[in-house]
């Protein structure tokens, strides 16, 4: 037998892949993807590469990846997917190749069980947590036999449970090497394990929050390594504007006073004034809060100065901040944790300085309100030249990976939002055959996306969709708005399980969907990407419109005026291909093997009626077209 060494080969009729795994498919597409990263590897290049759907191109980075012999980084969109590279992908290719390396898998800190602050919940009995006692009694069992303290093997508590945040730690609320339980620390472990592998498996949140720390000049969390791999690389741009960003929020303040009066107590501290401080210090954030209004919001901050108490409020919570700081410095000799409450003070002030001083054409300064808090923004106008500067470093090759990154063939919005103008392209097709396995239709005779009645047809359309197809439906939205509706008018009506996002965690709606295999899913956001439904479960997406960015949001209005102010159309330069790029995402939950068969919808007439409508259509998948119901009908009728 001939001993294979190129990761192209590696993945043919003759791989050791072929003979470890039932039913495996050679892919012309998988092994020239697998050699060209294999160059990139060993020529330290910058690879933008986009693969389509069922490509395989997990094992087309995986193989060159552990065949290279260097210490390589995989960062992923979603704790769920490092968990399927960590638990499922590496190990296969590891076993396949024969390749020693050690690999190890790393979260963000929020992830993990702090012993310490799990104690402080479990004896604490001020009522300052008021957190279902049954979920931390689920969670204090696991404690006792939980090698890895990784949150995600709790089974039983919702991941809206607020037990969650008194049980983890942040950078904020920890307080390092003086913690009692600082040697038996699971956050520790796990970086002493990223630090010594060969093969790191990390996510984009947590990459990019390293990257954060140290232009602050607080060191790093992740080893140095000589090949950095994006997978999901289309959420990189919009993670990097919020690690990248500056901001504090009404939550920060509210926890700080929380934890400031649990280490009083706790270190018996009796510094007099500094109850009332903490009392007064969490009046003046409410208060800072109505003077925003009560609705839900998102704008500039020039709309906030024109409220007529904001600017007031906000300069009593600086000063409150300030008086509280002052009386922590004073009861942060009495105990660790009061330390850490006088350096969480001091924190929050300098980011609210730090706001003061990006008053300027460099930076986005806005806001946004929830119906508990609110949060203070600054946004990089461009993160192009720090993206680059911080993760394009000499001497090591970097991999940007997905099957949605080009419009209509063309990478240059990606390179221009990374600064990675320089970097080599390619594209690789899927195997599946669209205009077999898929049909594309577009309804006729419905109201235009915001005018009054849209969401209504929209679900009158898909109760027909779901009884000729017996269910197995995806139907998604571009605003919580639009679901909410939705989920209003069906609920009742159908003879199908109804999921609805929100109802209960993603991955559990997922595995109902999966398991009932009739039943009807609702949902926005973070549907619209990551979702793998193969089989006969789904066999109808629907999309009620075209996911534009909301016109009023700050950061695009402002990125708009920059792009206008440089003599180009921001809609053109800037919206369009987010817009793109989405469609692309949602579209591609339909068909997910060789196998799968399936009508996509999209019930936004302007893809016809609008010019830009042939940019989107150019950019899907090749599917046969239609708007003619009955070939819908026979469509589905012979799936």
């Known amino acids: 037998m001939t001993f294979l060494t190129d990761a192209s080969s590696l993945l043919g009729k003759d791989g050791p892949f072929a003979g470890l795994l039932d039913n495996y498919r050679v892919r012309e597409s998988q092994q020239q993807m697998a050699s060209r990263i294999e160059q990139a590897i060993a020529d330290k290049e910058i690879?933008?590469?986009?693969?389509?759907?069922?490509t395989g191109k997990t094992l087309a980075y995986l193989v060159p990846a552990l065949m290279s012999g260097k210490k390589v980084l995989v960062s992923t969109g979603t704790r769920h997917l490092q968990d399927q590279l960590y638990k499922h992908d590496l190990p296969l290719v590891r076993r396949a190749l024969e390749v020693p390396a050690t690999m190890a898998l790393l979260k963000g800190r929020s992830n993990y069980l702090c012993r310490q602050r799990l104690q402080q919940a479990e004896y604490d009995q001020s009522g300052y947590r008021p957190f279902p006692q049954v979920d931390l009694a689920v969670i204090s069992k696991w404690s006792l036999t939980t090698l890895h303290g990784d949150i995600a093997e709790v089974s039983g508590v919702p991941e809206q449970s607020r037990v969650w945040s008194d049980v983890t730690s942040t950078v904020d609320n920890c307080i390092g090497s003086k913690c009692q339980y600082y040697d038996d620390c699971f956050v520790n472990a796990a970086?002493?394990?990223?630090?010594?592998?060969?093969?790191?498996?990390v996510n984009h949140h947590l990459f990019l929050a390293d990257l954060a720390l140290k232009e602050e000049g607080f060191g790093q969390l992740l080893p140095k390594v000589d090949v950095v791999i994006f997978d999901e690389a289309h959420q990189v741009p919009d993670t990097a504007s919020i690690y990248f960003s500056t901001g504090i929020s009404q939550r920060q303040i509210l926890d700080l006073c929380r934890d400031t009066r649990l280490a009083e107590v706790a270190e018996k501290c009796g510094i007099d004034g500094l109850e009332q401080r903490i009392d007064e210090l969490e009046k003046l954030a409410k208060e800072c809060r109505l003077t925003m209004g009560m609705a839900v919001n998102k704008g500039s901050w020039s709309q906030l100065e024109r409220l007529p108490d904001f600017t007031s409020a906000l300069a009593g919570l600086k000063h409150g901040l300030q008086q509280t700081h002052e009386v922590l410095k004073l009861a942060s000799t009495h105990g660790d944790q009061l330390e850490n409450c006088y350096q969480r003070a001091q924190v929050i002030i300098d980011r609210l300085a730090s706001l003061d001083s990006h008053n300027s054409e460099d930076f986005i300064r806005w806001y946004e309100t929830s119906k508990t808090g609110f949060q203070l923004h600054s946004t990089p106008l461009n993160i192009a030249d720090k993206f680059r500067e911080l993760v394009c470093e000499q001497g090591r090759a970097i991999i940007f990976t997905s099957a949605t990154l080009a419009v209509s063939g063309n990478f240059t919005h990606y390179q221009q939002q990374l600064g990675l103008e320089d970097a080599s392209t390619e594209v690789w097709p899927g195997p599946f055959n669209y205009a077999e396995q898929a049909l594309f239709y577009l309804p006729q005779d419905l109201p235009e996306p915001g005018e009054p009645g849209h969401t209504a047809k929209v679900v009158e359309l898909a109760e027909q969709l779901i009884k000729i197809s017996g269910g197995r439906v995806f139907l998604l939205f571009t605003s919580f708005r639009a679901l909410n509706e939705a989920s209003s008018l069906l609920q009742g009506r159908l003879d199908y399980p109804l999921l609805v996002q929100g109802e209960a965690p993603r991955h559990?709606?997922?595995?109902q969907f999966r398991q009932a295999g009739n039943a009807v899913l609702l949902g926005t956001g973070s549907f619209w990407?990551?979702?793998?439904?193969?089989?006969?479960?789904?066999s109808?997406?629907?999309i009620d419109k075209l996911p534009f960015a909301a016109p009023d949001d700050p950061v695009l209005q402002a990125r708009s005026s920059a792009v206008r102010s440089a003599g180009l159309n921001p809609f053109m330069t800037l919206q369009l291909p987010q817009a793109v790029v989405a469609l692309r995402q949602g579209a591609g939950r339909l068909i997910r093997s060789v196998d799968d068969r399936g009508v996509f919808i999209l019930c936004d007439t302007r893809l016809v009626s609008k010019s830009y409508g042939k940019i989107f259509t150019r950019s899907l998948p090749p599917m046969k077209r239609t708007r003619d119901f009955p070939e819908v009908i026979e469509f589905l009728e012979t799936n």
């Not at 690879?47 to 069922?54: F, M, P």
């Open 47 to 54: 690879l933008i590469a986009e693969s389509g759907t069922g």
């Open 191 to 201: 970086r002493k394990d990223a630090m010594e592998a060969d093969i790191l498996v």
């Open 508 to 511: 559990e709606l997922l595995q």
């Open 529 to 538: 990407e990551g979702v793998d439904v193969k089989g006969d479960a789904l």
């Open 540 to 542: 109808v997406v629907i």
